[in-house]
């Protein structure tokens, strides 16, 4: 287990606002984090800066085992070098199967050595299977993604994610109109995603936290508050005063 993404220093502001503060932030690969915190501690603006939707004012972002750094590369190249992103609203192809989703997931690999991976091992047939089978979606390749339920839609378009085989996988607020049942599911394939990505989750419902069974990070006014096990982090009195005590 090593290190993958590296975040020191880190500063944005919007308008003078301090959105991040002198954010330093560490994930290995393969490790599953979450990160926790009140709304506008700059959780979802750490996302964008990792994904180089916002570019900081300050500090450094490296990845990967040749410390190449995220910061002047576009969105794209971004994504290229493997850094996947799941959105709160799931952007499927309503009109297409489960099938042609994943499919046309997997026509545009993020990069040659993946193109080479997974054409000398497996089939399309067989990779777009096994991947339905990673977000429990075997029985429902034929249907219209439409006709899915939203935890359902979550679900395909993070194994659309997975069919680009990224290292690290970024999730913004996935539990957000589930049911508790799709909660449970969820959790699930990300803690399986967990096993050989490093996954960032940002999340507010404590059971699915406590679930993902990972190390926490508390996020407050763009600096981290606290780190650790998530029995850590609740017991600390700066965590429950500015989070849990509201
Ligand atoms: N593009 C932007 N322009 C101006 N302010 C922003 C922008 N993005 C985020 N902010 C502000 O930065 C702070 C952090 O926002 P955000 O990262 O969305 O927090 P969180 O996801 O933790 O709720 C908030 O005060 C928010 O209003
Ligand atoms: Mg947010």
């Not at 880190?10 to 709304?39: C, T």
């Not at 993020?110 to 497996?122: E, N, Y």
């Not at 990673?134 to 219209?144: M, N, S, T, Y």
Request: glycine share 8%.
């Amino acid at each position: 287990m090593s290190t993958l993404l590296e975040m020191s220093g880190v500063s944005v502001s919007f308008d003078g606002f301090k959105a991040i503060n002198n954010l330093s932030f560490q994930i290995a690969e393969p490790e599953m984090r979450a990160i926790i915190g009140p709304n506008g501690a700059g959780k979802t603006t750490f996302m964008d800066i990792i994904t180089g939707k916002t570019k900081p004012d300050e500090g450094r972002v490296i990845f990967g085992e040749k410390s190449i750094s995220l910061l002047g590369m576009s969105e794209s190249k971004i994504a290229k070098v493997g850094v996947g992103r799941k959105f709160q609203k799931p952007t499927v192809f309503e009109a297409q199967t489960v099938r042609e989703n994943f499919a046309l997931a997997l026509k545009n690999p993020r990069g040659p050595f993946d193109v080479l991976r997974h054409r000398k091992t497996k089939n399309g047939a067989q990779r777009i299977e096994e991947l339905a089978e990673r977000v429990g979606l075997i029985d429902e390749l034929p249907r219209l993604s439409g006709e899915l339920s939203h935890g359902q839609k979550q679900w395909l378009e993070i194994g659309m994610l997975l069919a680009q085989s990224p290292r690290l996988l970024l999730v913004d607020e996935p539990a957000a109109g589930m049911t508790p049942a799709e909660r449970e599911k969820t959790t699930d394939i990300l803690v399986n995603a967990a096993k050989t990505h490093a996954v960032v989750v940002v999340e507010h419902d404590m059971e699915f936290v406590r679930r993902l069974n990972c190390k926490v990070t508390v996020l407050n006014e763009g600096s981290v508050l606290a780190e650790g096990t998530l029995d850590h982090v609740t017991q600390n009195p700066e965590v429950i005063d500015v989070y849990l005590g509201r």
